[in-house]
């Protein structure tokens, strides 16, 4: 047998590039935000380097940045005035609430800016939850379900791209599916997030929002970080109940469940690297322990390589500048 060198392939970085695989592209990309009551308020969150709470004024003009930057995607979640909180949350139905105002008007400012929702009671409810908390301290499927159906059609009456449910309850997606095209917003898509783990990678998010559980954890209704088949029944499921994009999250610790969706559905394939795995890289870099810019880099085209097909990162726009001048 002929003595095959690779290394002929990378001779050079025209060569290089030539037989690249994978590239990362801003349109791969959906920004989070974190959207607060107030004016031209950018508030610093302690543990969440360069995040921010911003006003719905604010927050119009980062939707104006993102289009330069060629992000299609703003992915929104409301911080809930703690005196709005109850046991139940009711105030994720109300009609004129914080996050259904910042749909209406980011959508009336910047119409192609594609806005997705993010459907959960944690913002809302005293415990931190995802749904309605039982007596005994149980969270309740089908009631809280009910509660997130009317949710969604608050978020669709306000103009709503994307619903994206991440409350992982049991039969939400095609309940909201059901609700959306009985209202007549069958335009209106979702974005499930299907394989959502009860990770310990959520920490700096829960700190935006306010929403640590004030008991217990949330393994009764996220995955179990050791299980990829009983993932790959969620993204199944979800299929069934008509999502449109399945998510994975977190995205770095679980590439392997990414390239099994992939593997398993037609549909787009969504992954989010989320609060703790960015602080993580930030942290390091910080510290000077990593080249910051290039990890961030190697960690999105990773999760791409798996097989996402767009990604959810708090750091889309840096990396978008940052992509416009390779
Ligand atoms: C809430 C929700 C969470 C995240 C997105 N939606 C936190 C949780 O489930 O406790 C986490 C995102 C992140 O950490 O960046 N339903």
Redesign the pocket.
Known sequence: MIFYRPRRNRKSQAIRDLVQENVLVSTDLIA?YFVKEGVRLQEKIEKFPNVYRFSIDLLVEEARELKTLGIPAMAL?PVIAPSLKCETGKEALNPNGLIQQTISTVKGEVPDICLIS?I?L??YTTAGH?GIVSDKGEILNDESVNQLVKMALTHAKAGIDIIAP??MMDGRVKMIRQALDQSGYSHVGILS?AA?YASN??????DALG?V?SFGD?KGY?INPANRREALRELYLDEMEGADILMV??ALPYLDVIYAAKELSNLPIAA?Q???E?SMIKGAAQNGWIDGEKVMMETLLSIKRAGADMI?T?AAKEVAETLMTL
């Not at 990678?201 to 829960?206: I, L, V």
């Open positions: 989070p979640f993010d959960a944690d913002p995802d991440s409350d997030y959502k990678f959520y920490g700096p998010f829960r929403s559980p949330k996220q999250k977190p989010y989320v609060s703790g960015y959810f708090y």
